[in-house]
């Protein structure tokens, strides 16, 4: 018969749960205890054994090989010049009276650009006109002494060959031949000192025509550097004036090349440069000398090179800046890898990562690992360039021959086998590893 009242049900009840007064045994509280931590110990030595068993490789970043153009160009600064720029000065002192020209002014050769003060010069040439009459003067006086020596001499002869030779006596005949040769050097003496005076009058007249400052070519005024009364002293160096650009329809760029591209620049290569004035526009050029002397600013040792652009809408000045890109190859489809391709090395593989299972992992067995190949120390045997292909998740090693750079993608002549080529993807960086 069943007992229903609600004592007896808590009786039973505690009784399954154990948490009753009535027969209720400690050891079998102990063993739920037990199963609880075996299954807790069983859950984090799972983790463990998984943290180190989960070892992935380096995932790589790879780019395409393509096949395409490649323009290799070197760039270089420097100035605008004039094709033939002259510094127009003045050999002689004194003060300037009037100034001709203006900056922009175009001028022709022989046209007068200031005129010194030439009142000295006017008198000096006074001087020299009145020498010259003086020394032609004597001239005329030495030729008529020399003319009644002669006659002199001529009768003593006379008068000597009539008398059989007893008058006039031989003293008289050689003092007689004595004064005609005097009269003779009189002449060329006062000749000479005709010409002396003809020359330095041609010299005054020559500083007089210098006091005018003309023009050696046909071109435009650059400079000005002198105003009516400044006094031009001419004592040691001749001083410049004006300066003068003979054609701005042609121009010049003086660049500075570096000396780690030099060897790449050569005479007749194209090119293009900009100015700050124009900075949407590049003007055509052409090299047209290379210096073989070099210049060393601040430590960096450079190079002039010299090139030829037109100006026949004349908006290029002498003394711009400009910057020039000179064109030193052109590859046309040609098989291109970019550099840091070139660049890349895979790293070792981490031996340490394999046995970084924790505290657990480290004390449990493990199976044998493979052999792990070490492409980097490969890597290091090559002489040569090579580039790393990815393929199945692993790099693998092929060698090239390279050709000229753009400084972003290289021009590939050759790889081992022909291994290489466009769509095929090169390994250029490591992205991440996890372990």
């Given at each position: 018969?069943?007992?229903?009242?609600?004592?007896?049900?808590?009786?039973?009840?505690?009784?399954?749960?154990?948490?009753?007064?009535?027969?209720?045994?400690?050891?079998?509280?102990?063993?739920?205890?037990?199963?609880?931590?075996?299954?807790?110990?069983?859950?984090?030595l799972?983790?463990?054994?998984?943290?180190?068993?989960?070892?992935?490789?380096?995932?790589?970043?790879?780019?395409?090989?393509?096949r395409?153009?490649?323009?290799?160009?070197?760039?270089?600064?420097?100035t605008?010049?004039?094709?033939?720029?002259?510094?127009?000065g003045?050999?002689?002192?004194?003060?300037?009276?009037?100034?001709?020209?203006?900056?922009?002014?175009?001028?022709?050769?022989?046209?007068?650009?200031?005129?010194?003060?030439?009142?000295?010069?006017?008198?000096?040439?006074t001087?020299?006109?009145?020498?010259?009459?003086?020394?032609?003067?004597?001239?005329?006086?030495?030729?008529?002494?020399?003319k009644?020596?002669?006659?002199?001499?001529?009768?003593?002869?006379?008068?000597?060959?009539?008398?059989?030779?007893?008058?006039?006596?031989?003293?008289?005949?050689?003092?007689?031949e004595?004064?005609?040769?005097?009269?003779?050097?009189?002449?060329?003496?006062?000749?000479?000192?005709?010409?002396?005076a003809?020359?330095?009058?041609?010299?005054?007249?020559?500083?007089?025509?210098?006091?005018?400052i003309?023009?050696?070519i046909?071109?435009?005024?650059?400079?000005?550097?002198?105003?009516?009364?400044?006094?031009?002293a001419?004592?040691?160096?001749?001083?410049?004036?004006?300066?003068?650009?003979?054609?701005?329809?042609?121009?010049?760029?003086?660049?500075?090349?570096?000396?780690?591209?030099?060897?790449?620049?050569?005479?007749?290569?194209?090119?293009?440069?900009?100015?700050?004035?124009?900075?949407?526009?590049?003007?055509?050029?052409?090299?047209?000398?290379v210096?073989?002397?070099?210049?060393?600013?601040?430590?960096?040792?450079?190079?002039?090179?010299?090139?030829?652009?037109?100006?026949?809408?004349?908006?290029?000045?002498?003394?711009?800046?400009?910057?020039?890109?000179?064109?030193?190859?052109?590859?046309?489809?040609?098989?291109?890898?970019?550099?840091?391709?070139?660049?890349?090395?895979?790293?070792?593989?981490?031996?340490?990562?394999?046995?970084?299972?924790?505290?657990?992992?480290?004390?449990?067995?493990?199976?044998?690992?493979?052999?792990?190949?070490?492409?980097?120390?490969?890597?290091?045997?090559?002489?040569?360039?090579?580039?790393?292909?990815?393929?199945?998740?692993?790099?693998?090693?092929t060698?090239?021959?390279?050709?000229?750079?753009?400084?972003?993608?290289?021009?590939?002549?050759?790889?081992?086998?022909?291994?290489?080529?466009?769509?095929?993807?090169?390994?250029?960086?490591?992205?991440?590893?996890?372990?």
């Amino acid at each position: 018969m069943m007992n229903n009242s609600p004592r007896a049900a808590g009786t039973d009840i505690a009784a399954v749960l154990g948490t009753g007064n009535t027969n209720v045994r400690p050891g079998r509280f102990l063993r739920w205890i037990g199963v609880a931590a075996m299954i807790l110990l069983g859950g984090l030595l799972f983790l463990f054994l998984r943290s180190g068993n989960d070892n992935h490789g380096p995932l790589y970043a790879t780019e395409t090989v393509s096949r395409g153009n490649l323009v290799v160009k070197v760039s270089a600064t420097g100035t605008l010049e004039p094709t033939n720029q002259v510094d127009v000065g003045s050999e002689l002192s004194g003060l300037v009276e009037v100034v001709l020209a203006q900056e922009n002014d175009r001028v022709e050769k022989g046209q007068v650009l200031a005129r010194l003060d030439v009142s000295k010069l006017t008198d000096e040439i006074t001087k020299s006109e009145a020498t010259l009459a003086s020394a032609e003067a004597k001239v005329l006086q030495a030729t008529a002494t020399s003319k009644e020596a002669t006659a002199k001499l001529e009768h003593l002869r006379t008068v000597f060959r009539l008398s059989g030779g007893k008058v006039p006596s031989t003293t008289e005949l050689e003092t007689a031949e004595a004064t005609l040769a005097r009269a003779v050097a009189d002449v060329a003496s006062a000749r000479a000192t005709v010409s002396e005076a003809r020359a330095v009058l041609k010299s005054n007249q020559t500083n007089l025509s210098k006091a005018s400052i003309r023009s050696p070519i046909n071109g435009v005024v650059l400079k000005r550097k002198i105003e009516p009364g400044q006094t031009v002293a001419a004592a040691f160096e001749t001083p410049v004036l004006f300066t003068i650009a003979e054609d701005l329809s042609q121009m010049e760029l003086h660049v500075k090349v570096d000396e780690a591209d030099i060897g790449q620049v050569q005479q007749g290569q194209s090119s293009t440069f900009t100015v700050d004035a124009y900075p949407m526009r590049k003007f055509p050029a052409e090299i047209r000398r290379v210096g073989f002397g070099s210049q060393t600013t601040d430590g960096v040792v450079t190079y002039k090179t010299i090139l030829t652009a037109n100006n026949d809408d004349l908006s290029l000045r002498p003394g711009m800046t400009a910057t020039a890109e000179i064109t030193t190859a052109t590859r046309q489809g040609v098989l291109l890898v970019p550099n840091g391709a070139l660049r890349f090395t895979p790293p070792l593989k981490d031996q340490t990562s394999h046995d970084s299972g924790g505290i657990v992992g480290s004390l449990l067995p493990h199976p044998p690992e493979p052999q792990v190949r070490k492409p980097a120390a490969s890597a290091a045997k090559s002489s040569g360039q090579r580039v790393w292909l990815l393929r199945n998740g692993e790099p693998m090693a092929t060698d090239v021959t390279v050709g000229v750079t753009d400084g972003r993608y290289t021009e590939i002549v050759g790889a081992t086998g022909g291994a290489l080529e466009a769509g095929m993807q090169v390994i250029t960086d490591v992205v991440t590893a996890t372990n």
